[in-house]
């Protein structure tokens, strides 16, 4: 049994569909129950639970669900529900800074910890879905950053604390192509820009993002642990010589 956060679009809805075509188990939460049940009747094996992450009775429920119907037993959980917001620092309030941790970082130490048991019993894997931002850093968006970055230290940390019982293993998307970039997309100077400094010369799509966090749960990534993969068509690997 798997569990899949932030699941009902973006990234967090394609990996729940990969997880589906490679036979397996879901069960899989978010917010916009319309969304999470469309896509809970459109696939088989899978169950849809409505939560908010910030709540912590919200997230047990959740892993509760999954436990019953995995036997005591999980294969995987991938953190992957966050937000972003685009705030210069100094008018940053204290309300903004804790709602992005509390989805984006406090979430992950929720779910991690209710998970653990089922995770070692099934000797499973952890993906936490961190973001380039978390390893660079981005103008306008401390405050995400800074919850990004943490789940790379949480990711090592617990790599190191239950090596041999449940791998921990973080991705960091680029420029996705989600709802969340619609602003950018729509607008062509603004795509063109970004995608200039992207050396494959464009967004990705969830999906690939998705098979990235498939292998790192599977066997094949057996002895994967405490690592990062970066997903970002090489945008963060240095700076592009203009044409």
């Not at 999954?66 to 309300?95: D, H, I």
């Not at 973080?170 to 063109?192: F, H, S, W, Y």
């Amino acid at each position: 049994m798997y569990i899949v956060t932030g699941g009902t679009q973006g990234i967090g809805a394609a990996t729940v569909e990969k997880l589906v075509s490679l036979g397996h188990p879901v069960v899989f939460t978010g917010r916009d129950e319309a969304a999470g049940t469309r896509l809970a009747t459109s696939l088989s094996n899978c169950t849809f639970v409505a939560g908010d992450v910030r709540n912590e009775d919200e997230c047990r429920n959740v892993v509760q669900t999954a436990l019953q119907l995995g036997n005591g037993k999980l294969a995987g959980l991938v953190n992957n529900a966050g937000m972003s917001g685009r705030k210069v620092f100094t008018e940053t309030s204290q309300e903004e800074w804790d709602k992005l941790f509390a989805v984006n970082t406090r979430s992950v130490f929720f779910y991690t910890k209710h998970a653990l048991p089922g995770l070692i019993a099934g000797r499973g894997a952890v993906v936490n879905v961190s973001s380039i931002a978390g390893k660079t850093g981005e103008q306008g968006l401390a405050a995400y950053c800074a919850s990004k970055a943490a789940l790379l230290g949480l990711t090592q940390a617990l790599a190191l604390e239950y090596g041999g019982q449940v791998r921990f293993n973080a991705v960091c998307p680029g420029q996705i192509a989600t709802r969340m970039m619609d602003k950018i997309i729509n607008d062509e100077a603004r795509l063109a820009a970004l995608t200039a400094r992207i050396p494959e010369g464009r967004l990705a799509s969830a999906s690939e993002v998705a098979d990235a966090i498939c292998w790192l749960l599977s066997p094949g990534a057996s002895y994967i642990n405490g690592t990062t993969i970066t997903v970002d068509g090489g945008e963060t690997a240095g700076l592009l010589t203009p044409k």
